[in-house]
């Protein structure tokens, strides 16, 4: 069974640094695209980003190009969506997900919500 | 920018048929999917590569795409279909995109 699993819920103040993880099961991680994706309050889906762990091809929407850094270990089949210095407009649910091909996304993550407030 | 245009609502009858739409220049020439995503709930792909529908998810769900417009219809529609529609296109050199979402009402 195919399993991406989140890191837990994150509380953080502005400035601050956070690296969120993702860990794949059940599927050869390394030969799989794994995305990220931002949906703020109430608010629809983004597409940020996608990296590819064999080689760390990574590709970036250009409205996340410079604000987030996306990598992946594939020794522990595990993605990361990392920010140096975190704003309250960071504050959201970030989803991870997986595809074969890298033009949709067929298992999701169950999301870590991120929340900045000082 | 690419853009994808989706409308904010659908209603549709239970039984009946629901369209949800999603507009973009050219988007009959790239691959189009669509999610579910019910309150609460992480999303859920429901048509991928403009037709195809992965293992689990009901026949009643169908899509298309061309010209400037990809579909998603629902024939049949259930109270459990109620949910956020979302389509996603994919641009090799920009990525992927979606569009603002629908939200399908069922009364």
């Known amino acids: 069974e195919v399993q991406l699993v989140q890191s837990g819920t994150e509380v953080k103040k502005p400035g601050e640094s956070l690296k969120i993880s993702c860990k794949g099961s059940?599927?050869?991680?390394?030969?799989?695209?794994i995305g990220w994706v931002r949906q703020m309050p109430g608010k629809g889906l983004e597409w940020m980003g996608i990296?590819?762990?064999?080689?760390?091809?990574?590709k970036y929407s250009p409205s996340f190009q410079g604000q987030v850094t996306i990598s992946a270990d594939k020794s522990i089949s595990t993605a990361y969506l990392q920010w140096s210095s975190l704003k309250a407009s960071d504050t959201a649910m970030y989803y991870c997900?997986?595809?074969?091909?890298?033009?949709?996304?067929?298992?999701w993550g169950q999301g870590t919500l991120v929340t900045v407030s000082s | 920018s690419y853009e994808l245009t989706q409308p904010p609502s659908v209603s549709v009858s239970p039984g009946q048929t629901a369209s949800i739409t999603c507009s973009g220049d050219?988007?009959?020439?790239?691959?189009a999917c669509w999610y579910q995503q019910r309150p609460g709930q992480s999303p859920v792909l429901v048509i991928y590569q403009d037709s195809k529908r992965p293992s689990g998810i009901p026949e009643r769900f169908s899509g298309s795409n061309s010209g400037n417009t990809a579909t998603l219809t629902i024939s049949g529609t259930q109270a459990m279909d109620e949910a956020d529609y979302y389509c996603q296109a994919w641009d090799s050199s920009t990525g992927g995109i979606f569009g603002g979402g629908t939200k399908l009402t069922v009364l």
């Open positions: 997900a997986s595809s074969r091909p890298p033009n949709y996304f067929d298992y």
């Open positions: 050219g988007l009959g020439y790239k691959y």
């Open positions: 059940g599927y050869s991680f390394s030969n799989h695209w």
């Open positions: 990296i590819y762990p064999g080689d760390s091809d990574t």
